[in-house]
């Protein structure tokens, strides 16, 4: 087995003596061709090697020169590019439209592609561009793994924020509606057996009373605080503290204190309440006992 060094500076092999006899009688090689045998380090003119002696003095008669001289011109051409390397490219950035699909199938044709052009002897190029799709197509296919991994807990956490902010407009519009009742009736808020139906003139879209983080069979997800029912808001000494709308488990007009809210927090360790002035916080547990429910 031997390697040849062209004159373009590219390695070819190994190949056997009838290849190389095959590239002489094509004009791919000649007397001065650097060759290397198997099993040393040194190059040497293909002249030196007496088992080319023959082929080499055929290939300088006229008529082996006027016979090669298609293979000299079809030698001239560069090596046909290999279509798996062309496909593994294409794959490989079509992998960004697909979510990675097509880049894992442009990894392995890259990797075969690249096998198939060692291995050719020089007869298959495009070694650039198989190495290109394998590439792509592993970088690609890695972004949409990480992607995978955590873009449905992105997206859990934009549905929870959304869901708190839905709840805290829920509380804004019930607060401003108890206010609008209070206004229409003396300033005194509703009892709290039927705040939710006096409410509906004022919030009259059923969807105000439902939390979208809570149980899905029921009505009105908030309660009003018993204490205020019936009060005057003038009653009311510090609004901005005192309770007047919050979350519970269920129920349509649904009343009471501190008991009612729900077990476990549905808004990421928080409660959402309504204050006596207007305005809506979401409180956690450890504020619970400085809220006011007492006017």
């Given amino acids: 087995m031997y390697k040849l060094l062209a004159a373009d500076q590219k390695e070819y092999g190994p190949v056997s003596a009838d290849q190389i006899r095959t590239w002489i009688a094509q004009g791919r090689a ?20 007496p088992e080319f002696a023959d082929a080499l003095r055929a290939a300088a008669s006229p008529a082996a020169r006027r016979s090669s001289s298609a293979g000299v011109q079809r030698a001239a051409a560069a090596p046909k590019t290999s279509g798996l390397a062309i496909t593994s490219l294409v794959l490989g950035c079509l992998g960004l439209l697909t979510l990675g699909i097509t880049s894992l199938v442009g990894l392995i044709l890259g990797i075969i592609a690249l096998v198939r052009i060692h291995k050719s002897g020089g007869q298959v190029g495009g070694k650039g561009m198989a190495l290109a799709g394998t590439i792509v197509s592993a970088v690609v296919l890695l972004l949409a793994l990480v992607a995978a991994a955590v873009v449905p807990g992105m997206l859990a956490k934009a549905k929870q924020k959304a869901n708190h902010i839905r709840c805290m407009n829920n509380v804004k519009q019930l607060n401003l509606g108890l206010m609008m009742y209070a206004s229409d009736n003396n300033d005194r808020l509703p009892s709290g057996t039927n705040w939710c139906d006096v409410l ?66 549905r808004h990421s360790g928080a409660y959402a309440v309504g204050f006596a002035d207007g305005h809506a916080e979401l409180v956690r547990a450890a504020r619970l006992e400085k809220l006011r429910w007492e006017p």
């Fill in 30 to 49: 000649n007397a001065r061709t650097q060759l290397q045998a198997a099993g040393s380090a040194k190059w040497k003119p293909l002249a030196e090697f």
């Fill in 200 to 265: 509906m003139p004022y919030v009259k879209e059923e969807k105000t009373y439902v939390c979208s983080s809570g149980k899905p069979d029921q009505r009105c997800h908030y309660a009003f605080n018993v204490k205020l029912a019936g009060r005057e808001m003038k009653d009311i000494q510090t609004p901005s503290q005192t309770v007047l709308i919050f979350e519970t488990d269920g129920g349509w007009n649904a009343a009471g204190g501190e008991e009612l809210l729900p077990a476990k927090p």
